[in-house]
């Protein structure tokens, strides 16, 4: 298979937060790069379109912009 992403990612299962107008959303960031996540979520639909994501174990706070949609997923790029 070949890969077309500009950044290799890594495999994970670290919880996170979103987080957008005060509201917040608990995740798990499945995968993750330099330029991006998968996130994995209730729900989808409805989220969002850019928000925070908060890794604090890492101590990050990322904006994000969300990519592509699935049922219980997000594809997010970091801004």
Known sequence: ?????????????????????????????????????????????GMPSTFSLILSEERLNLRCRVVWRRDFRLGVTFD
């Not at 670290?14 to 798990?28: H, M, Q, R, S, V």
């Open 1 to 45: 298979m070949v890969q077309t992403r500009s950044a290799p990612r890594v495999r994970v299962a670290k919880p996170a937060i979103i987080e957008c107008g005060g509201d917040k959303t608990p995740c798990i960031v499945r995968d993750i790069s330099m330029t991006g996540a998968s996130l994995e979520v209730s729900q989808a639909k």
